[in-house]
């Protein structure tokens, strides 16, 4: 049986004592760690949400900023092909302008030196056809 007597009044208050430096040398220590830990996860926690929601907003940045890039570069592309073409045209305008003027000035050349020759060919034909005449009847003319 239970007999409630000094002891247990001594044991009480002793008790009381170790629960009060017990809770002055272990436990508020303990829980301002425990609070110090919470807050810099809750920190960390905040930072990395932060840091998350920035590479989501500069992901978004870099994909217009490349299907911007690209557009520009296909257009670009287009302007240089359409102002190639163009230029190619021109070249081949001026080709052909170039040739027909070298083919009438070979042309031109060509006929004055038949003009040219002309004369001498006819003495030279003349003289030809005489001699073709006395091997053919052999004798001289």
């Known amino acids: 049986m239970i007999s409630i007597n000094a002891t247990l009044l001594v044991q009480v208050i002793l008790f009381l ?53 690209r557009k520009g570069a296909f257009s670009e592309s287009d302007q240089l092909k359409r102002a190639g073409a163009t230029q190619a045209s021109e070249y081949m305008d001026q080709s052909r302008d ?4 070298i083919r009438t000035e070979g042309e031109a050349r060509a006929e004055a030196e038949k003009n040219k020759q002309r004369p001498l060919l006819k003495d030279q034909a003349a003289l030809l056809a005489g001699e073709i005449v006395e091997k053919l009847i052999e004798r001289r003319i």
């Open 17 to 69: 004592v170790t629960l009060f430096f017990l809770n002055r040398l272990m436990i508020r220590p303990i829980m301002r760690i425990v609070q110090k830990r919470t807050e810099v996860f809750q920190e960390t926690r905040d930072q990395i949400l932060a840091l998350e929601t920035e590479t989501e907003n500069l992901r978004r940045r870099f994909s217009q900023l490349r299907e911007d890039a």
């Open 98 to 101: 170039e040739a027909a003027s």
